[in-house]
C-alpha cells in the first residue's frame, strides 16, 4: 500500500507539470455511510478544510464525448423482480463491505433509482467513462435522483484510493457540476483488513481535490485542471455516466474498480462502513435478527471489476466478470431522457 501512495503522490506531482501545457490533472476519492429514511435529498458533503480553489469560475477547455473502445463490463444483483418482500437473499455482506440495500429505512420502501444490475467501461484517447446502468429512475420524480460514484483500487490490494461522486438529480447534458473527486492519501481506508476492526481511526477519503470545475490546490493536488471529471445521465436507459480523464489513473496500467449508488448523504471519511458503522446500528437488509435497514440504507455499492488485465479470481473484493453487451448510453453514446 506505501508504494502504491508513494507512486499516487509522484503521479500527482507529474500532473502538476502536465497541467501547464493543457492536460489533465489530480485526484481523489470517497464514500460514505446511509441515513435514515426521513434525510431530505441526497447531498455531497462540504469541502474538507484543504486550500481554497483559485477561482470560483474556471472556463472549461475539454468535454468528455463517449467511448469507443471496451475497458470492463460486469452484472450486479437486482431487486427489480423481488422487492415486495422488502429483503434481500445474496448480495449483502457486511462483512466484507459489500452492500445491496436499495430500500429506504424502516419500512424497506424499494429505490429503483439506487439499485445498481450492470457496470461497463470504455475508453478514447483522452477519457475513461464509467456507466452505471440502474433499474430505473425515482418513482416520484422520475429523475436519477441519487448520489453515485466510482472507486479505484489503484494497486489491486482491496483497499481504494480514488474516488468520483455526482450529486443527482444527473440531467442528460454532460457536467462538471455537483461533480466532486476524493482521495485517501494516507492509505487508512479499510483499516487492519476488509473485516470490520474493532477500533478504527482513520479518516476515510480525506482529501478532496477537485468538485465543481475547481481544482483545490494543495501539495497533493500540484495544479488545476477544470474538466477532470463530469457526469451526464439518460432517464430513458437508466444509466449515469463518469467520463474521467485519462491523466488521474495514467501511472496505473491495471486496477480494480466499482460503482456506488445511494439515496442519501454521504460522508468520504466514513468508509469504509463496516468499519464506521457496527452492524445493529447499520441494519440488514436480510431478514433476522438486524432486519430492518436502519442507518445504513438506500445504498448499493457492487464487487471490484478489473481493468486492462484478465482477472484470476483470487483478487481483494473482486467479482467473476462475464461477458455481456456494453451498456449504451442513450444509445451509440449519445445522451437520451
Not at 131 to 158: A, H, R
Not at 307 to 315: R, S, Y
Request: charged share 20%; glycine share 12%; net charge negative.
Amino acid at each position: 500500500m506505501h508504494n502504491a501512495r508513494v507512486r499516487f503522490l509522484l503521479s500527482l506531482g507529474m500532473i502538476a507539470i502536465l497541467a501547464t501545457s493543457g492536460c489533465g490533472l489530480p485526484i481523489p476519492g470517497a464514500g460514505g455511510g446511509g441515513a435514515p429514511a426521513n434525510e431530505p435529498a441526497a447531498t455531497l458533503p462540504p469541502a474538507q478544510p484543504t486550500s481554497p480553489p483559485t477561482s470560483t469560475a474556471i472556463p472549461h477547455l475539454a468535454t468528455p464525448g463517449s467511448g469507443a473502445e471496451a475497458v470492463a463490463n460486469a452484472h450486479d444483483n437486482e431487486e427489480s423482480t423481488s422487492f415486495e418482500n422488502k429483503n434481500v437473499t445474496v448480495g449483502d455482506e457486511f462483512r466484507i463491505n459489500r452492500f445491496e440495500r436499495p430500500f429506504t429505512a424502516d419500512t424497506m420502501d424499494y429505490l429503483p433509482q439506487i439499485d445498481i444490475v450492470g457496470m461497463s467501461m470504455t475508453q478514447d484517447d483522452t477519457w475513461y467513462y464509467v456507466q452505471i446502468k440502474l433499474v430505473g429512475t425515482d418513482p416520484v420524480t422520475n429523475d436519477l435522483s441519487g448520489i453515485y460514484g466510482v472507486e479505484f483500487d489503484l494497486n489491486k490490494d482491496g483497499k481504494t484510493e480514488v474516488l468520483a461522486l455526482a450529486q443527482g438529480p444527473i440531467g442528460p447534458d454532460w457536467t462538471a457540476n455537483g461533480v466532486a473527486l476524493y482521495a485517501d492519501l494516507n492509505g487508512d481506508i479499510g483499516g487492519a483488513s476488509s473485516r470490520p476492526d474493532d477500533i478504527y481511526s482513520g479518516d476515510g477519503y480525506e482529501t478532496k481535490v477537485y468538485e465543481g470545475g475547481v481544482t483545490y490546490v494543495t501539495a497533493q493536488a500540484g495544479g488545476e485542471d477544470p474538466d477532470l471529471v463530469w457526469v451526464r445521465g439518460s432517464t430513458s436507459t437508466h444509466v449515469v455516466e463518469f467520463g474521467m480523464k485519462k491523466s488521474v489513473l495514467k501511472d496505473y496500467p491495471e486496477w480494480m474498480w466499482n460503482p456506488l449508488a445511494s439515496a442519501y448523504p454521504l460522508d468520504p471519511r466514513k468508509f469504509y462502513f463496516n468499519d464506521t458503522y457496527t452492524l445493529e446500528d447499520a441494519g440488514s437488509p436480510q431478514k433476522g435478527d438486524n432486519y430492518p435497514l436502519k442507518e445504513l440504507a438506500g445504498f448499493d455499492n457492487t464487487c471490484r471489476v478489473p481493468a486492462n488485465f484478465e482477472a484470476k479470481g483470487d483478487e481483494p473484493m473482486g467479482c467473476a466478470v462475464k461477458q455481456q453487451k456494453d451498456i449504451e448510453f442513450g444509445g451509440g453514446g449519445g445522451a437520451s431522457s
